[in-house]
């Protein structure tokens, strides 16, 4: 079993920066995928961002390239997500979710279903 806990989340207006935090805790191995994933009303669960904690080679979707930034601390088991740029699309649910990567997994992808523990999700908010 794993624990996430996720914290950071808020309001803030246009061009803003916000910093998300997941905590995880359980069996963890050394090498992991962690991911960021977020969901507005009415719209599908969409992935943001995802790192594979082996190596820390990272992953974005188109959307948020060049103004968020995913990062590790093993010694913590923590995941961070740095918000830079931030627009009224940003805002919904955030999600932080982790599997266990399978047989020979050297990647990640963000993909909802091969993500196994999620945590309970922060609001982040962005005002125009």
């Known amino acids: 079993q794993v624990q996430l806990v996720e914290s950071g989340g808020g309001s803030v207006q246009a061009g803003g920066s916000l910093r998300l935090s997941c905590a995880a805790s359980?069996?963890?191995?050394?090498?992991?995928?962690m991911g960021w994933f977020r969901q507005a009303p009415g719209k599908e669960r969409e992935g943001v961002a995802a790192?594979?904690?082996?190596?820390?080679?990272?992953y974005y979707a188109d959307s948020v390239k060049g103004r968020f930034t995913i990062s590790q601390d093993n010694a913590k088991n923590t995941v961070y997500l740095q918000m830079n740029s931030l627009k009224p699309e940003d805002t919904a649910m955030y999600y932080c979710?982790?599997?266990?990567?399978?047989?020979?997994?050297?990647?990640?992808?963000?993909?909802?279903?091969?993500?196994?523990?999620w945590g309970q999700g922060t609001q982040v908010t962005v005002s125009s």
């Open positions: 790192i594979y904690t082996g190596g820390g080679s990272t």
């Open positions: 359980g069996y963890i191995y050394s090498s992991n995928c």
């Open positions: 979710a982790f599997h266990w990567p399978r047989y020979g997994q050297t990647r990640c992808y963000l993909n909802a279903n091969e993500y196994n523990y």
